[in-house]
Nanobody
Framework: VQLQASGGGLVQAGGSLRLSCAAS????????MGWFRQAPGKEREFVAS????????IYADSVKGRFTVSRGNAKNTVYLQMNSLKPEDTAIYYC???????????????WGQGTQVTVSS
C-alpha cells in the first residue's frame, strides 16, 4: 500500500484542519488505518485509528473529543478532522496501514510521508 498524506498547514489555536490520506496499491479495504504524530524531539505517538469497515475507532486521550477519524473506502482515503487545535498539537502527522488493528506504531506495515501541522498560540 502506498500512502500519501495531505492537508497540513499553519492554523491559529482554536482552529481546524482536515488531513487526508490517499491509498493506492493493495486493496485498501483490507487494512485498518491509523494516524500518528511526531513533534520535534519527541517520539512518534498514536493519535487515532479506524477499522477497515469503520465500525470501530479509537483515540488518544489527548485528542479525544476534538479529533475525528473517518474513511471513504470508495475513494481509498482516510481522514482526520481536527478541531479546537492547540499549540501542543503541532507535529508531523503520519497515516499508516495495518492488518491487525492496533495503537502501536510497530504494528503498522505501511506509512505515508507525513504532513506538517503547526498551531500558533
Amino acid at each position: 500500500v502506498q500512502l500519501q498524506a495531505s492537508g497540513g498547514g499553519l492554523v491559529q489555536a482554536g482552529g481546524s484542519l482536515r488531513l487526508s490520506c490517499a491509498a493506492s496499491g493493495r486493496t485498501f479495504n483490507n487494512y485498518h488505518m491509523g494516524w500518528f504524530r511526531q513533534a520535534p524531539g519527541k517520539e512518534r505517538e498514536f493519535v487515532a485509528s479506524i477499522t477497515w469497515n469503520s465500525v470501530s475507532t479509537i483515540y488518544a486521550d489527548s485528542v479525544k473529543g476534538r479529533f475525528t477519524v473517518s474513511r471513504g473506502n470508495a475513494k481509498n482515503t482516510v481522514y482526520l478532522q481536527m478541531n479546537s487545535l492547540k499549540p501542543e498539537d503541532t507535529a508531523i502527522y503520519y497515516c499508516a496501514a495495518t492488518r491487525g488493528w492496533s495503537t502501536r506504531a510497530y504494528d503498522y506495515e505501511y506509512w505515508g510521508q507525513g504532513t506538517q501541522v503547526t498551531v500558533s498560540s
